[in-house]
């Protein structure tokens, strides 16, 4: 039976709560910074932000385990990253072409990543998440070593619309693997509104025809995505198959820094689903007990110094030099490790 956020209760781990609260913070402090460079022509290439996204993102990256569990981010999910463990300084130095980055400078923005750590690198062809980590999760299996794992990536609402998604998601139910494949339901692809995307009245409604659990819940309420998220991740490490939560927002600004989101309608941003979860979260976790107001006051100024020191150092990084570059393909080089 579906877990649904009707039958799900409030969060009662306080450290949970300001972890993730945390990771939200530091996402959003990071990417306005991101936006500022960016207006001011530092950085080059696409900036694109996960504003209002993050309760959704940070509450999936904190359920799973680095070093166990593999995550495939989408562009919105830098409260997810910061979640799962990612060091700022591999975010700063990829938007900063720092030949020290994960991408060592050959990147621009946001197609990062550590395998090795369970980190996939983000992959521009929306859907294309669900099947890689459907293949990596039966890949674990014929090894072996699938017990306990979990595999998530959180996407859009336009990738649902996509083959990959299908081709994922049906392969991953058939072979109940342990995928957790997340709708960021904005309400938008790209500027697509939903009604010219999909004639189904909800996309939850997709799950039964795909024979996985699905779950629903409000994208703006930072403690109930929390608690839903854990609740998917659980049923899906303790053997139940793909899990599918769609999580209903809407994004608060353009598809990027370079888009102005004038084809969104006033309506949509007066109502319940145009509101912040930032602000949410904040109400919600003094509410709660989890955290007082000058705590999240002295973690606002703690988390900007950290966002500044980190965009100082990648500015002060080498940048790539195209003379000295090996221009090999990743394979070519695995290959003369390996005979070396």
Known sequence: MPETAERTQPITDRDLARKVYRAMLEARILE??????????????????????????????????????????????????????????????????????????????????????????????????????AGWLLARRLQGKLDGVVGATCIGDGATSTGAFH???????????????????????????????FACEDLIDRARGYGVDGHSVDGTDFLQCLQVMSAAVSRARSGHGPQMVVAKLLRLTGHGEHDDASYVPRTLKDDRWG??????????????????????????????????????????????????????????????????
């Open 275 to 340: 509101r912040d979860c930032m602000e949410v979260a904040a109400r919600q976790v003094v509410e709660a007990g989890h955290a007082s107001a000058e705590e999240i006051s002295a973690w606002q100024e703690e988390l900007a110094d950290k966002v500044q020191a980190a965009l100082a150092m990648a500015q002060r990084d080498p940048k790539p030099d195209p003379w000295g570059e090996e221009w090999e393909a990743c394979s070519m080089h695995l290959t003369s490790e390996s005979q070396a």
């Open 32 to 133: 306005t910074k991101l936006s500022s460079l960016y207006k001011a022509g530092k950085i080059v290439g696409g900036v694109y932000l996960g504003k209002g996204q993050e309760a959704v993102s940070a509450s999936l990256g904190s359920c799973l385990i680095p070093g166990t569990d593999v995550f495939a981010p989408l562009i919105r999910d830098q409260a997810g990253r910061t979640a799962f463990g990612e060091d700022i300084e591999d975010c700063t130095r990829t938007y900063l072409g720092s030949a020290l980055g994960p991408m060592r400078g050959r990147d621009g923005n946001i197609h990062r990543g550590r395998p090795q750590q369970g980190m996939l690198a983000m992959i521009s062809h929306l859907g294309s998440s669900v099947s890689v980590v």
């Open 167 to 197: 081709e994922g998601l049906n392969a991953a139910a058939v072979e109940r693997l342990p995928l957790v494949v997340v709708v960021a339901n904005n309400q938008f692809a790209y500027s697509t509104p939903n009604d010219r995307q």
